[in-house]
């Protein structure tokens, strides 16, 4: 069982919280004040949570701590009333930020994680594992879909999850299939995708080769209507877990109604005996807006639209959800350094600024593109500043920084309008928050508002 420092925990909130991380195999050792932390760091060093329930006095206490205990891994956990909080501590040095209500699985992973950064780094052509499963959940529109996560999980229906591509939908899948399954426990988790196969080859990766039935079988089962399936089957591998069909529109009319047919019944015929089995799968989909097109074309058969969509969840775009980015982004990069064998790096609070200012239309899997591409192409330091971010980002999404040419005068006074267009819709058009990450003064901002004719209105 591995340890931990909880730093400011609230009283009221300890039996539960140390029953949470208990279910994870982590151990809790409370402190109230930096004083008591640091003496048992130097008795015996442990990963910290610092509690950040009580404001942005307690990233005083992550300096000290940083100041005193340098190699001392730090992560932080923070109410989503309070999303300003996670870009502070991520500027801090914290390794992580978790939402209340704390997970035990989500921290564990994040212990595991950074504690095997350096041995990544170093061992020979190996990147590791990347614990794909965390969600970031600042954001009050991840708290509904952690919500929904949790309800789902009490459940064997199907599930849709729907949203733009890069918005974490299997991540959201194989997070239900945990919470229900467990740690090892229960059925595999398979994903499958149904646009990547012809229709002869979605058939054979679904149901397995069809084998012809053994003379001792019982040949009644086929006439009662329940499909063949092979142990080689994507379907038999899933059996007791989980199925998790990409594109599944694309998936042909025959292959459907086979699929719909087994989930109705929940019964199979084993393909190498012929005996009937019990078939419990857990069906989920990942799908575009698109989707819903689809069904009302009739490229999705309804019975099975229907076995999909009992729960429904919408994923929000990185744009609808800005709280997540720096601790996603601070993610990202610890991976990418840890992957490429390079020192940890960190993001300045411009740069941070204005990745989480940026539109990200391409959502987590663009921002880890730009990430990858920064490191790669960085000459040594530990720092990303905002200039190494403007050559290859600009703020309408495009791939390079003022290209509509102009003067340079021109170019700056797009940038600086469009830069604080960005931050005054990030913090939902309050120029004093707006104005403290600017790094300027209130009245400052107003008069540069005024001159770049910034319209605050069309930011609420």
């Not at 009580?54 to 005083?60: E, I, K, N, V």
């Not at 063949?228 to 379907?235: A, E, K, N, P």
Request: glycine share 8%; net charge positive; proline share 3%.
């Amino acid at each position: 069982m591995k340890s931990v420092l909880y730093l400011g925990c609230p009283s009221s909130e300890r039996a539960d919280t140390e029953k949470v991380l208990a279910s994870a195999n982590v151990a809790v050792v409370w402190a109230d004040n930096v004083s008591y932390a640091l003496n048992e760091l130097r008795r015996h060093d442990m990963p910290v949570l610092l509690d950040l329930s009580r404001g942005a006095g307690a990233l005083q206490v992550a300096r000290e701590i940083r100041t005193e205990r340098a190699s001392t891994l730090m992560f932080a956990v923070v109410d989503a009333r309070r999303p300003d909080l996670t870009t502070e501590a991520v500027l801090a040095g914290v390794a992580d930020v978790f939402a209340r209500p704390l997970g035990g699985r989500r921290v564990a992973n994040a212990i595991d994680r950074e504690l095997a950064y350096e041995s990544r780094r170093t061992a020979l052509g190996g990147n590791g594992s990347s614990h794909d499963d965390d969600l970031y959940s600042h954001s009050v529109a991840m708290r509904d879909v952690m919500a929904v996560i949790t309800r789902a999980a009490a459940m064997r229906a199907g599930v849709l999850i729907r949203g733009e591509e890069g918005t974490g939908r299997q991540i959201v899948a194989r997070a239900i299939h945990l919470a229900q399954n467990g740690n090892g426990g229960g059925g595999s988790f398979v994903a499958l995708n149904c646009a990547a196969h012809d229709a002869e080859e979605l058939d054979v990766e679904l149901f397995g080769a069809t084998a012809r039935m053994p003379s001792h079988g019982n040949g009644d089962q086929l006439s009662r209507g329940l499909e063949r399936v092979s142990r080689t089957s994507r379907l038999f591998e899933s059996l007791g877990g989980t199925l998790y069909l990409q594109n599944v529109a694309d998936a042909p009319t025959r292959v459907q109604a086979r699929l719909a047919r087994l989930l109705r019944d929940r019964e199979a015929v084993l393909a190498e005996t012929g005996d009937a089995i019990n078939f419990d799968i857990r069906p989920m989909a990942g799908v575009d807006s698109g989707f819903d097109g689809a069904v009302q074309e009739g490229r999705v058969r309804d019975d099975l639209f229907r076995r999909l969509s009992v729960i429904r969840i919408d994923m929000p775009p990185l744009r609808n959800r800005r709280e997540d980015i720096p601790a996603l982004a601070n993610y990202f990069l610890r991976e990418i350094c840890a992957a490429l064998r390079v020192p940890p790096k960190t993001l300045s609070r411009p740069a941070l600024s204005l990745i989480a200012a940026l539109p990200w239309r391409g959502n987590a899997v663009e921002l880890r593109t730009l990430l990858e591409t920064v490191v790669t192409g960085s000459q040594g330091g530990r720092g990303i500043a905002l200039e190494d971010l403007l050559e290859h980002v600009r703020l309408d999404g495009g791939s390079v920084v003022f290209s509509n040419g102009g003067t340079l005068k021109q170019a700056r006074a797009r940038f600086e309008r469009e830069y604080i267009s960005a931050m005054l819709e990030q913090h939902h058009g309050r120029i004093s928050e707006a104005a403290k990450t600017l790094g300027i003064q209130r009245t400052n901002l107003y008069r540069k508002m005024r001159s770049l004719r910034v319209n605050l209105d069309r930011r609420r």
